[in-house]
């Protein structure tokens, strides 16, 4: 079993930054790939970026690539998000959650945080 609790999120104007954190539970951390998804009101979840268990290779949604960056820090079992350039689509409620392997759907996440929200002013 995998606790994650998301913090950091808040308001920010257009153009500014965020950094995300989610810190997990499990001792074993360091074994599961992370996640971040995001669901703004009125629409599905979806994917913003994922990392591997080791840090090595990493993942984004074409649409954060090179504003977001996702890292980890497995001795303080705990997973980030820097969200640069912040626009007014990135409205939304983000999400940690782990997984056995490196994937991108939600449907392949098995433990999820509660959430924490985002609103970028324009």
């Known amino acids: 079993q995998v606790q994650l609790v998301e913090s950091g999120g808040g308001l920010v104007q257009a153009g500014g930054s965020l950094r995300l954190s989610c810190a997990a539970s499990?001792?074993?951390?360091?074994?599961?790939?992370m996640g971040w998804f995001r669901q703004a009101p009125g629409k599905e979840r979806e994917f913003v970026a994922a990392i591997s268990w080791s840090g090595g290779s990493t993942y984004y949604a074409d649409s954060v690539k090179g504003r977001f960056t996702i890292s980890r820090d497995n001795a303080k079992n705990t997973v980030y998000l820097q969200m640069n350039s912040l626009k007014p689509e990135n409205t939304a409620v983000y999400y940690c959650?782990?997984?056995?392997?490196?994937?991108?759907?939600?449907?392949?996440?098995?433990?999820w945080g509660q959430g924490t929200q985002v609103t970028v002013s324009s």
């Open positions: 959650a782990a997984s056995q392997v490196v994937v991108t759907t939600k449907q392949g996440y098995d433990y």
């Open positions: 499990a001792r074993t951390f360091s074994s599961y790939a």
